[in-house]
């Protein structure tokens, strides 16, 4: 299985950015597509953005298009979500998820490995 430990969260004034990283250990990162989720207390979890193995597929929720952006590096074993022009609607625990099967849709009992989540807050 796969280890996955998020980091990067913080409390931000709307308008700010934040880059949120996620460490995979144990087994091949690059053998896993990767997405981010948020819950905000009461909510289900909500999709955020995914990304295939090579980083040749990407994929966002329509709330987050041209302000969030997925990457990975491979090399690093780290997913990452830099967040741009945040809203406090965007305050939220975010959690990195790997799929074992190529799935980058947004259902997240797709996914088989979670991390324990970074929080977000954002002021107004």
């Known amino acids: 299985q796969v280890q996955l430990v998020e980091s990067g969260g913080g409390l931000v004034q709307a308008g700010g950015s934040l880059r949120l990283s996620c460490a995979a250990s144990?087994?091949?990162?690059?053998?896993?597509?990767m997405a981010w989720f948020r819950q905000a207390p009461g909510k289900e979890h909500e999709f955020v953005a995914s990304?295939?193995?090579?980083?040749?597929?990407?994929y966002y929720a329509d709330s987050v298009k041209g302000r969030f952006t997925i990457s990975r590096d491979n090399d690093k074993n780290t997913l990452y979500l830099q967040m741009n022009g945040l809203a406090p609607e965007d305050a939220a625990g975010y959690y990195c998820?790997?799929?074992?099967?190529?799935?980058?849709?947004?259902?997240?009992?797709?996914?088989?490995?979670w991390g324990q989540g970074t929080q977000v807050t954002v002021s107004s």
């Open positions: 998820a790997a799929s074992g099967r190529d799935y980058i849709g947004p259902y997240w009992f797709e996914y088989d490995y």
């Open positions: 144990g087994r091949t990162f690059s053998n896993y597509a």
């Open positions: 990304i295939m193995w090579n980083g040749a597929n990407t």
